[in-house]
């Protein structure tokens, strides 16, 4: 009898101790709740400075890959003309034209390495323990928008709370897409006509995709051209320009 009463006395305390626990944990959950609501409202002013980040640089990186013909980082042979380095689409015979989806990964390159550049070391957030990993960036180049995913793992400590930030996107009013398609056409063109600049292809492409353009020769050096491509651009420049270079072996025209 007095060994039942010992089970039942067990059970109670064992009992009391699971009752117990439940209690911290529900309590405990319900602290880090308010904890997490609160810091979502502190953070707000992080998330919105990262983001507008995100946008600058999409912007910037966007202007500036289509001014260097689809690159951020132009590979040889290219003419170097007021700062940019315009890759050379026709060289003497020869085509090195960028597929739309290595321009998309050349945007994407630029963003990576300038988001952490934009947001420097978060000194406008004292209040916060602030880490950021490396961001990984995918770009999407459609019709009339360009469409950018980053994720960037971002850690905000503040007392003993802890908020993460990962994942932004941008999209951009560019049409980089209609600009490039255009260019390809063009370079069909000129893959037919090889020692020749196709001015009145150029010309009847780009109106009928509603865009303007210029071709600039160089003295001294006529048988260099730079062809630009333009669109309406967003509230950072007037125009979006997609440039390419072209060299032409005349020898045998003489």
């Known amino acids: 009898m007095a060994e039942k009463r010992g089970q039942v006395t067990a059970f109670i305390i064992l009992g009391v101790v699971i009752l117990f626990l439940v209690l911290l944990i529900i309590y405990?959950?319900?602290?880090e709740q308010e904890s997490i609501f609160e810091e979502t409202a502190e953070v707000q002013s992080l998330r919105l400075f990262i983001g507008d980040c995100v946008n600058k640089v999409v912007e910037e990186g966007a202007y500036l890959v289509a001014s260097q013909g689809g690159?951020?980082?132009?590979?040889?042979?290219?003419?170097?003309?007021?700062?940019?380095?315009?890759p050379y689409y026709h060289y003497l015979g020869a085509q090195r034209i960028p597929e739309i989806e290595e321009v998309e990964l050349e945007l994407s390159r630029y963003i990576q390495d300038n988001l952490p550049l934009c947001v420097g070391n978060f000194s406008d957030f004292p209040g916060f323990e602030l880490e950021a990993g490396y961001p990984k960036a995918e770009s999407d180049i459609i019709d009339g928008e360009i469409f950018v995913s980053?994720?960037?793992?971002?850690?905000?400590?503040?007392?003993?709370s802890l908020f993460k930030l990962n994942s932004f996107s941008r999209r951009i009013n560019l049409d980089l897409r209609k600009e490039?398609?255009?260019?390809?056409?063009?370079?069909?063109?000129?893959?037919?006509?090889?020692?020749?600049?196709p001015v009145g292809f150029i010309t009847q492409t780009a109106y009928r995709n509603n865009l303007t353009y210029e071709i600039i020769q160089f003295p001294g050096?006529?048988?260099?051209?730079?062809?630009?491509?333009?669109?309406?651009?967003?509230?950072?420049?007037d125009e979006l320009v997609y440039s390419f270079?072209?060299?032409?072996?005349?020898s045998s025209l003489a």
């Open 28 to 31: 405990l959950l319900s602290e």
């Open 71 to 86: 690159y951020y980082d132009p590979p040889m042979p290219f003419k170097e003309m007021e700062g940019l380095g315009i």
């Open 150 to 160: 980053v994720n960037y793992p971002v850690s905000a400590r503040k007392d003993k």
């Open 180 to 197: 490039y398609d255009a260019m390809r056409k063009i370079m069909d063109e000129q893959n037919i006509r090889k020692p020749y600049i």
């Open 221 to 237: 050096s006529e048988d260099q051209v730079v062809v630009s491509l333009k669109s309406k651009g967003s509230g950072l420049e």
């Open 245 to 250: 270079a072209l060299k032409y072996d005349w």
